[in-house]
């Protein structure tokens, strides 16, 4: 417990120190500030320990990090509070009016991009003198391939973009997560013990972990919400949203469920339904206002250890030469995927001009990928897919977070009476 408590005081003075330079000089959004920041003090303790290997200052803040379980601190601790916290302001009505878009996206297109990704870089680790097993290029695949909803929802807070295609962008991202977690699991079961995984086992998998998790949430939410309708005080029902978000991830996980669908459609009930009808006017800002704080704690928290896990991933030149052939690949797939439905789907309806173009662009990776490239059993296949996955998040947050902006006002721009979808 003192070494939990240790390396939570560690996290937090960085996050805060680092949070301060940001805003003081680099007026970067604090998310991608954050990573900058922290990537930055990385290399450079990686270089002091280079030229002065005595000093052993990277041996030191590598045991602080491998205190630390990323995906364990993520998958199990963190991303059940973020994303319910993003759900809670996301508009169900606009969600629901674009649901084919985003449920095709979140579903065939990630597919897709998995199939994609997957067989290129079979072809790319081979080239590179990687030899890494066509499952694996697939298990790559399939956890580089779902877009991060920590990620994008904070990009989506700085950026303005029309609301039809904000909907699609946040709609997808808040479950696509869960659709790739859920491929990853297959893929991985193959991968690990040979199983024989049929095509039905598969279809029941899904169907247990996507729809039981919606339904899951469905009815937790429910709970909450006639338990909130009759009462108002505002610190009662802030503990009540915080025991739906509990209680509903770890009786997922028992269950067998997908968590982090079963947690999001909670929140998107509350958001919608609960601050509605169920909350007045003191409660319904106390309760935002809260979860507010929540998430931005917890996103600064998370992309902090983004940044300092370049410190515990072994990389070779292989491994650069990889990533750089990643980079594009998984941008590629992210177009055809996302494309591919689009175009399809607007043979029936218009849709925002550009879309094609932001939802690749501003389809960022993050957490979640290295979270389940770190969750992987120990071997030589993990320690490649960890360093090509980390460098195709690191651009990601970086180089595409920081560009999305200006590209979405250009769309603004092009779509000066955007359709609606």
Known sequence: MHGVFD???????????FGYLNHKYLRLPRTIGLVIIALAASLAVLGLDALAPGLDIGVSVREVMLEIDFSETLMQGMLSFLLFAGALHVDLSELASRKWAIGSMATLGLLMSTAIVGLAMWGVFALVGLDLPLIYCLLFGALISP???VAVLGILKTTRVPPSLEAKIAGESLFNDGVGVVVFTVILGIASAGADVGAGEVAWLFLQEAVGGALLGLATGMLVYYAMRRIDEYNLEVILTLALVTVTYQAAQALHLSGPIAVVVAGLLIGN???RFAMSDETREHLLNF?????EILNALLFLLIGLEVLVIATGLPHLIAAAFAIPIVLGARFLSVGLPIMVLGTFREFTTGAIRMLTW????GGISVALALSLPASEEKTIIVAVCYAVVVFSIVVQGLTVGPLARRIVVQAQAPHEL
């Open 291 to 295: 979860w507010t704080l929540v998430d």
């Open 273 to 275: 339904h609960g601050t």
């Open 362 to 365: 501003g389809g960022l990776r």
């Open 7 to 17: 390396a939570a005081a560690a996290l937090l003075g960085l996050a805060a120190l």
């Open 147 to 149: 877009t991060d909803p």
